[in-house]
């Protein structure tokens, strides 16, 4: 039941009338003391911050993109050598000196009667958790990625380390924001969640700090056509009408990989390219065999009222063989023709032109939506320490947004890390239905609502 009242907690954050986003918090907030600040957002939620220089962050990050809540009651009591914040909620106190530890900084709050005591480096047994990439590879509750902890816990706390969290920098540009890294240095950002047993309040505080888990279109939750299988577009005509003869209503029609050249691909030994990935595995130039007219076959999709999604693994860039080649090169400013372009999504440069040459013509033509089928290197060979899932997820739901600004932004790919709930929706991965794994998929689709994630595809 509590589960259950965790996900709708999730879905109501959803429907909630939109916040405007402030990273900066509000001055009366905020308490500094010398290489520490301190900002009250909630009773219950304190952001904490030491570097070693001095200088804190007021940009958004990629999880926290609103820290201006309105100011909660609290007091503030400074020493020499103590400083203690006191709400309604919790006592903070932290001695002055130095890098926050289990020596100088604790939270404490009570829990059903009892006296809870939090300092840095605790470990959170009881954290119901949240959620993970991806379930590839997974059977049953035997996952090859582990589940990462969420918001909610029976110990009535939990902690979100930031510190090494990418910035979201205002650049003027139509993303209005890019990501950059953290200013070099030893610093720490922690955010202390210390709710009790209160986890809609928890959850709905996390939504006004981490932004709102928006609704996905209608059309997402009715029924979807996916299968890894080489099909034609007169094969396609010939599943949806017996489909549809058979009264199923379905509504979204996801063409796996071969819409596009393969050149070859092979289950084994097939030849790699430069970024040591299986050669055809990226493409973005339609199969002509298996479809002559692209056009005609979404004109076609549209005439029948489904939403079409292609499937893209985006790893090896853009290559010369691909149709796209001169178009993306001359757009991005290509020097060296006939060399392959890699992927490079967190550069806003290789982005536009990405986006402009290479995906808008196809959406024109009637793409509804990307399945980002990312299944590569998880972090940026550019960015250090950026997941590109994330990124992918962060630019690919913008883009959305700017194409079509009537209509709700979507996208289908992996979790990317805290912060993901604002781009649904995720997929789980390639796996098994062995019995396992479907007793599973109930409990791991209650638990990423802990992170204000309420919407997976499985």
């Known amino acids: 039941m509590k589960r259950f009242l965790a996900l709708l907690t999730a879905l109501t954050?959803?429907?909630?009338?939109?916040?405007?986003?402030?990273?900066?918090?509000?001055?009366?907030?905020?308490?500094?003391?010398?290489?520490?600040?301190?900002?009250?957002?909630?009773?219950?939620?304190?952001?904490?911050?030491?570097?070693?220089?001095?200088?804190?962050?007021?940009?958004?990050?990629?999880?926290?993109?609103?820290?201006?809540?309105?100011?909660?009651?609290?007091k503030v009591r400074e020493s020499k050598s103590k400083l203690t914040i006191t709400t309604p909620a919790l006592t903070l106190t932290y001695l002055k000196n130095g890098k926050f530890s289990d020596k100088n900084l604790k939270a404490v709050f009570t829990l059903n009667g009892r006296e809870v005591v939090w300092t840095p480096g605790m470990e959170n047994p009881q954290n119901l958790l949240g959620t993970t990439r991806t379930l590839d590879g997974a059977d049953g509750s035997k996952l090859k990625e582990p589940m990462e902890q969420g918001i909610l816990s029976r110990a009535g706390w939990s902690l979100i380390d930031d510190s090494q969290r990418h910035v979201l920098t205002p650049d003027g540009s139509e993303w209005e924001e890019w990501v950059e890294a953290r200013p070099e240095g030893d610093r720490q950002d922690l955010y202390l969640f210390a709710y009790g047993h209160d986890y809609?309040?928890?959850?709905?505080?996390?939504?006004?700090?981490?932004?709102?888990?928006?609704?996905?279109?209608?059309?997402?939750?009715?029924?979807?056509?996916?299968?890894?299988?080489?099909?034609?577009?007169?094969?396609?005509?010939?599943?949806?009408?017996?489909?549809?003869?058979?009264d199923v209503p379905i509504d979204v029609l996801i063409v796996d990989m071969d819409w596009h050249e393969t050149w070859g691909l092979r289950k084994s030994n097939s030849p790699k390219d430069e970024y040591g990935q299986r050669i055809g595995w990226?493409?973005?130039?339609?199969?002509?065999?298996?479809?002559?007219?692209?056009?005609?076959?979404?004109?076609?999709?549209?005439?029948?009222?489904?939403?079409?999604?292609?499937?893209?693994?985006?790893?090896?860039?853009?290559?010369p063989y691909e149709a796209v080649y001169d178009d993306?090169?001359?757009?991005?400013?290509?020097?060296?023709?006939?060399?392959s372009v890699p992927f490079k999504i967190d550069e806003r440069k290789w982005a536009d032109a990405y986006f402009k040459t290479v995906l808008e013509p196809m959406e024109?033509?009637?793409?509804?939506?990307?399945?980002?089928?990312?299944?590569?290197?998880?972090?940026?060979?550019?960015?250090?320490?950026?997941?590109?899932?994330?990124?992918?997820?962060?630019?690919?739901?913008?883009?959305?947004?700017?194409?079509?600004?009537?209509?709700?932004p979507f996208i289908y790919h992996r979790w990317g890390g805290l912060g993901s709930h604002r781009y649904p929706l995720a997929f789980s991965g390639d796996t098994y239905a062995t019995w396992p794994m479907l007793a599973y998929l109930p409990y791991f689709t209650a638990t990423a609502s802990n992170v204000n994630y309420g919407w997976w595809g499985h």
């Open 328 to 339: 993306f090169t001359k757009e991005y400013g290509w020097s060296e023709k006939g060399k």
């Open 200 to 246: 809609k309040q928890a959850l709905a505080d996390y939504a006004l700090v981490a932004g709102r888990a928006p609704m996905p279109p209608k059309y997402t939750l009715g029924y979807w056509w996916s299968r890894y299988w080489q099909y034609s577009d007169n094969e396609f005509v010939d599943l949806v009408n017996k489909l549809k003869s058979m």
């Open 364 to 408: 024109r033509n009637g793409v509804d939506f990307w399945w980002l089928d990312w299944q590569q290197w998880k972090e940026s060979k550019y960015t250090p320490g950026l997941s590109n899932t994330f990124w992918l997820n962060h630019t690919f739901f913008n883009h959305a947004e700017r194409q079509n600004p009537g209509l709700r």
């Open 13 to 74: 954050c959803t429907l909630s009338p939109a916040i405007a986003d402030n990273p900066k918090a509000d001055a009366k907030a905020v308490v500094t003391s010398g290489n520490a600040r301190f900002t009250v957002l909630t009773p219950q939620l304190i952001r904490m911050e030491w570097s070693a220089d001095g200088q804190f962050e007021d940009r958004a990050t990629l999880t926290f993109v609103n820290r201006e809540t309105p100011v909660p009651e609290f």
């Open 282 to 319: 990226t493409g973005y130039t339609w199969q002509k065999e298996l479809f002559p007219s692209p056009a005609n076959f979404l004109k076609w999709t549209e005439n029948e009222e489904l939403k079409v999604a292609l499937n893209l693994h985006p790893a090896s860039g853009i290559q």
